[in-house]
């Protein structure tokens, strides 16, 4: 069975730190693996989706990395804003249009 | 812009009654899924419906069902409400490759 952990549960940094949050689970076979954010009470937005022969994606400011070897993936976030206060959400799906699995997520605090 | 839009966002119901939440997806969005989320979890995968067939459940009981229509909306039922059945539940179609998620319906048991 499928499990998605992240680490830290929380995390608080000064506004233009430089922070990487971490993701794993258990069995490598994936075929995607996606981050999310997740404001207050809110939906979730797609941040960045890496397919399992990708090793990276970037968008902005953002960079996720992928090991599917050992399980992992990263999320960097550069020069990190206050308005990137938000939870950051961990997911895999195992094939094509198949259900996401989400790990509990990394709520991150970037002090002004 | 979400393309993806649920409601009510916001519902109150009673312990024993039975809510309707509905979602409405961009068309061509042939993949709908529900997913609950307590306070503090990531969303648990409930069910998923493709072309209007149920086509995956995740460990939710029988009184959790769903409906997709030809239009690309769907609805989430549950009967006899429980205090645990308090979150957010949100829906997230799918042309095919990822999935766009709405801004959930918040429901709380009392």
């Known amino acids: 069975k499928q499990e998605v952990t992240q680490i830290p549960a929380a995390l608080s940094v000064p506004e233009g730190e430089n922070l990487v949050l971490n993701c794993s689970f258990t069995?490598?076979?994936?075929?995607?693996l996606q981050w999310f954010r997740q404001d207050p009470g809110k939906g979730l937005t797609s941040l960045l989706l890496i397919q399992s022969s990708q090793r990276e994606q970037t968008s902005g400011r953002l960079n996720a990395s992928l090991d599917k070897s050992s399980g992992r993936s990263t999320l960097y976030i550069a020069a990190s804003q206050p308005g990137d206060s938000a939870t950051y959400l961990c997911?895999?799906?195992?094939?094509?249009?198949?259900?996401?699995?989400f790990g509990k997520g990394t709520r991150l605090h970037i002090l002004p | 812009e979400t393309g993806v839009t649920q409601s009510p966002t916001h519902l109150i119901k009673t312990r024993g009654q039975q809510v309707t939440l509905r979602c409405s997806s961009q068309s061509g969005h042939n993949t709908v899924s529900w997913y609950q989320q307590a306070l503090g979890q990531g969303p648990q995968f409930i069910f998923q419906?493709?072309?209007?067939?149920?086509?995956g459940r995740g460990n939710f009981p029988p009184r959790f069902s769903g409906l997709q229509f030809p239009n690309y909306s769907s609805e989430l039922n549950v009967n006899a409400l429980e205090l645990d059945d308090s979150a957010l539940y949100l829906c997230?179609?799918?042309?095919?490759?990822?999935?766009?998620f709405g801004s959930g319906t918040r429901l709380t048991v009392v």
């Open positions: 069995d490598s076979a994936i075929y995607n």
């Open positions: 997911a895999v799906t195992m094939n094509r249009d198949d259900k996401i699995i």
């Open positions: 997230a179609s799918s042309p095919g490759v990822g999935y766009t």
């Open positions: 419906y493709y072309r209007e067939e149920e086509n």
